[in-house]
């Protein structure tokens, strides 16, 4: 069985900082895709950010120059940095990480950032 374990979110200030991690652990293939992603009522989740095994990154527009995705491929970890948060990064953010056929989620975390 797979599990997903995240940690880190929070309340802060508008221009905080917060870290989120997140583990993965139990039987899966070699995961080669992992990433951050944030929801808020009534909306789709949204990709924020993913990071291959190789270690390219990719980011939505609106965190650009702020958040900063990392990994441990011998960890099967991953974190976000996120820098100058804004009102508008509040929401729920799940870890996700593709493996084989699979994509594996985490249970969410929320980020609340205060004006």
């Known amino acids: 069985q797979v599990q997903m374990v995240e940690s880190g979110g929070g309340l802060v200030q508008a221009g905080g900082s917060l870290r989120l991690s997140c583990a993965a652990s139990?039987?899966?293939?070699?995961?080669?895709?992992m990433g951050w992603y944030r929801q808020v009522p009534g909306k789709q989740r949204e990709l924020v950010a993913s990071?291959?095994?190789?270690?390219?990154?990719n980011y939505v527009d609106s965190v650009k120059g702020r958040f900063t995705i990392s990994r441990d491929n011998t960890k099967n970890t991953v974190s976000l940095q996120m820098n100058s948060l804004k009102p508008e990064d509040t929401a729920v953010y799940y870890c996700?990480?593709?493996?084989?056929?699979?994509?594996?989620w985490g249970q969410g975390t929320q980020v609340t950032v205060s004006s």
């Open positions: 996700k990480a593709a493996a084989g056929q699979f994509d594996y």
């Open positions: 990071i291959s095994r190789g270690g390219w990154t």
């Open positions: 139990g039987s899966m293939d070699r995961i080669l895709e």
